[in-house]
């Protein structure tokens, strides 16, 4: 088992830059892909940015494309996202997720841990 802690969520201005990170704890972090996925009050959970597990595959979902970047740091057993020119649209909880496989999907259903969750509110 794993188990994983966001933390750097906040309010930020719309255009502007925030990152935040996911520490995990328990197994070994290097043998999960990583997942970050958002939910909106009222709106269906989003996938966001995958990492394979060796950090070499990552991927985007559509509405982020070219502004936010997904990493791993498996020494320190941390997965972050680096949200630039943020928009009102982007206010969400964001969750890592882990799945004990080589690469991550953008389904939420093939995740197998989750951490609580950090709020991201930008205002316009």
């Known amino acids: 088992q794993v188990q994983l802690v966001e933390s750097g969520g906040g309010l930020v201005q719309a255009g502007g830059s925030l990152s935040i990170a996911c520490a995990a704890s328990g197994d070994t972090f290097s043998t999960y892909a990583m997942g970050w996925f958002r939910q909106a009050p009222g709106k269906e959970r989003e996938f966001v940015a995958g990492?394979?597990?060796?950090?070499?595959?990552?991927s985007y979902g559509d509405s982020v494309k070219g502004r936010f970047t997904i990493s791993r740091d498996n020494a320190k057993n941390t997965v972050y996202l680096q949200m630039n020119s943020l928009k009102p649209e982007d206010t969400a909880v964001y969750y890592c997720?882990?799945?004990?496989?080589?690469?991550?999907?953008?389904?939420?259903?093939?995740?197998?841990?989750w951490g609580q969750g950090t709020q991201v509110t930008v205002s316009s």
């Open positions: 990492i394979s597990r060796s950090g070499r595959i990552t």
């Open positions: 997720a882990a799945r004990p496989f080589i690469h991550a999907t953008n389904d939420h259903h093939f995740y197998d841990y």
